[in-house]
């Protein structure tokens, strides 16, 4: 089993709100068209209720969990979403209550073990569990050798080691369910220079350099970021491929 859970984003809760991009409406309605029922929905580990927010629109309740206390206070708020501060492996919510679970980008930080006993627990016969996440974005040829050199270079050694699974797609990670088959979908938006910038700041491993080296890494590319990206007012398209997995967790 994992250790006990690290927080590693409420310090950023503020930033991880106003520059972690958005999923796509697209990948909410595919989900939706999955589940016989759109009572109730759980959208765990859900950060600043981004998807919760989302999965709103589609079901009656959605409950959205998070272990960090900093980033509920910090969500989206819906008359229909119930925000509470849980541990992904361990909530209060009935047996067989939930039609859909969702996790954005935060299931390779779980212990999934106990977190699959618990998805099986929650689901209602027929209910879908879908989890998904992103790796780095791609903006223009050179903008992107340069963040990927602050991502495996500067900053190699200050991620953790769960991060493989997002380098590897997913491939990594244990997942007991039968896969269902689906379409792709990514990630888009227009972002200007300063927007990048607030963005890479939410970054873990980012925030853990400048603690440990007392100044900040991304000093380090900056200036050759400014030059690519010419006028920082200009916005340009950013797009992130989603990892997507899908299961019918009752049939397996």
Known sequence: ??????????????????????????????????????????????????????????????????????????????????????????TSLPDRSVDLVTVAQAIHWFDTESFYREVRRVLKNNGIFAAWGYHLPLIEPEIDRIIHQLYSVTLGKFWEKEIRH???????????????????????????????????????????????????????ILPELRMQWKNPEEIKKAEWPIMLKVALPTES
């Open 1 to 90: 089993m994992k250790n006990a859970f690290k927080d590693r984003f409420s310090h950023q809760a503020a930033e991880y709100s106003l520059y972690r991009p958005h999923y796509p409406e697209a990948l909410f309605s595919y989900l939706v068209s999955l589940v016989p029922e759109r009572d109730t929905a759980w959208d765990c580990a859900t950060g600043n209720g981004q998807s919760a927010v989302s999965l709103a629109e589609k079901f009656r309740q959605v409950y959205a969990t998070d272990a960090s206390k900093r980033q509920i206070a910090h969500a989206i708020r819906k008359p229909n979403i119930l925000y509470s501060v849980s541990p992904a492996e361990k």
């Open 166 to 220: 997002i380098q590897s797609e997913y491939r990594t990670l244990l997942f007991p369910f039968p896969e269902l088959s689906h379409p792709s979908f990514s990630i888009t938006t227009a972002w200007s220079f300063h927007q990048v910038i607030g963005y890479l700041e939410t970054w873990s491993a980012l925030n853990v350099c400048r603690k440990k080296q007392k100044k900040n890494p991304l000093d380090t």
